[in-house]
């Protein structure tokens, strides 16, 4: 593994002759480079691979660069996006740059310019508010500083480490602060929810398969684990992992080397393992649901994530970047939240967290008539729940209220309503949810990790 890149990038653009000219300028100058013609290999690269920079070229065959801008910005987060044109006039740059572009630069001729400010050391300390946001990390709180100070510590070390925290407090941008500090910035990243994968093809997903391993094993595979060979994988809900896949994943970690399903000879492996959980794991190791040594083995450095509620001081900070995320996404401006309101967000214990911040603030912001947030619209989600919870025999006035939000809303309110319904009467047991709903267990799993809801306290 070659620990001196400078960082990796990302190269949009349709023309054959540019992508090799960037590929060789770029390796030379000692970054990884990855180089793709459109915007839909573009998209899936960012569901796998995290990049320190994305070049985007304005025009794109038919596509647009500025298309391409909104989507590195929705599902790059970290990476800075630059645009390169062979034909760009002020207003186009200035437009670029007002849209979320860290640069803009003509193509042949910026060269050294477009190096320069790619050239900064992507493990540089973290030390200010915008090293902070670099890493997506947003907030000032002492909770979540002290988070900080461990990242930085790790920054020179390949512990493996296990994140713990609630449902919604930014585990995964944990794991990937971790990962953009470490000498293995400039390789791959990748997530895994052991909680949404069906068991029996889990241990594919992550050591990969032999040709006729299996019914549809078609072709060879290779896993997570082999294709994260010197980067970085998270494990999430490390503690939905079924028990025999713990004992194989214990061998893995213990002899750096994977066996494919349907394989007899492994291969050797240098990949970085961070496990997340929401779980008390502790507890669940006590109970013998999950195992003792592979715990001991996962929790060398253990960093516990604070709930929204302990970190309240970040939530003005929080709101001021949802908004202006949302500002570059939906191109249209709105204002900040009145002292009476931002001192309601305060206020509120925010159960799900920041995923339920972001998502009421993204509510209000689409919603807002007037270029103000309503403290309706943010808290819409709790006078419904609320509403169901507390008067289950008036069906006509909840479906009154649905019928005033938009299409989405209601489909969100109706889903998550839905699953709280079935938890209750399966007493918890999501294998008993997915066959009442007729859904595959990983679906459910996946429902409700996007609303926030642990099915754990739907139990006894």
């Avoid at 052991?194 to 889990?202: K, Q, R, S």
């Avoid at 919603?367 to 025999?393: E, V």
């Avoid at 069906?395 to 649905?402: A, G, K, M």
Wanted: net charge neutral.
């Amino acid at each position: 593994m070659n620990i001196n890149v400078k960082g990796r990038i990302l190269l949009v653009d349709d023309d054959a002759c540019a992508r090799l000219y960037y590929e060789a300028i770029f390796s030379g100058a000692g970054f990884l480079i990855d180089v793709v013609s459109s915007l839909g290999e573009m998209r899936d690269r960012l569901t796998s691979v995290t990049y320190d920079n994305i070049l985007l070229d304005l025009n794109i065959g038919a596509e647009s660069g500025i298309d391409g801008l909104a989507i590195a910005l929705k599902d790059a987060p970290y990476s800075k996006v630059h645009i390169l044109t062979g034909h760009g006039t002020v207003p186009i740059a200035v437009d670029a740059l007002q849209r979320g572009a860290s640069g803009f630069f003509e193509k042949g001729r910026d060269i050294q310019a477009l190096l320069d400010q790619l050239e900064n050391d992507p493990r540089k300390p973290i030390s200010c508010d915008s090293d902070l946001k670099s890493i997506g990390l947003i907030g000032r709180s002492p909770a979540l500083m002290d988070v900080v100070d461990k990242i930085g510590r790790l920054r020179d070390v390949d512990s493996m480490v296990l994140v713990l925290g609630e449902s919604g407090t930014g585990k995964e941008v944990i794991a990937r602060a971790i990962h953009s500090v470490s000498k293995r910035a400039g390789q791959r990243f990748h997530a895994v929810n052991c909680g949404a994968i069906p068991e029996n093809l889990l241990e594919s997903e992550l050591f990969g398969h032999t040709r006729g391993a299996f019914t549809d094993a078609k072709t060879s595979r290779k896993g997570i684990f082999e294709l994260c060979s010197s980067g970085t994988l998270l494990l999430d809900e490390i503690g939905d992992m079924p028990l025999p896949l713990q004992m194989k994943l214990l061998r893995v970690l213990q002899e750096h080397e994977v066996t494919p399903v349907g394989g007899s000879t492994s291969v050797k492996i240098d990949t970085r393992v961070i496990a997340a959980t929401h779980r008390d794991i502790l507890q669940e190791t006590r109970a013998n649901r999950f195992r003792e040594d592979l715990y001991y083995r996962l929790s060398i450095v253990v960093l516990h994530i604070p709930p929204l509620r302990q970190r309240v001081e970040d939530i003005p900070l929080l709101v001021d970047h949802f908004l202006e995320t949302f500002k570059k996404r939906f191109n249209r401006e709105v204002l900040k939240p009145c002292p009476s309101l931002m001192n309601k967000l305060v206020s509120y214990k925010w159960p799900g967290n920041i995923r339920e911040l972001q998502n009421a603030v993204e509510r209000a912001f689409v919603l807002s008539t007037n270029g103000s947030l309503n403290d309706n619209d943010i808290f819409a989600h709790l006078s419904y729940n609320n509403q169901s919870s507390i008067d289950t025999t008036s069906e006509t006035n909840s479906n009154s209220d649905r019928f005033g939000l938009t299409l989405s809303d209601a489909k969100t309110d109706f889903e998550r309503t839905y699953l709280e319904h079935h938890l209750k009467n399966c007493n918890g047991k999501v294998g008993a949810v997915a066959k009442t709903s007729g859904r595959y267990r990983a679906d459910i799993y996946r429902l409700l990790s996007r609303h926030g809801i642990d099915h754990l306290e739907f139990r006894g």
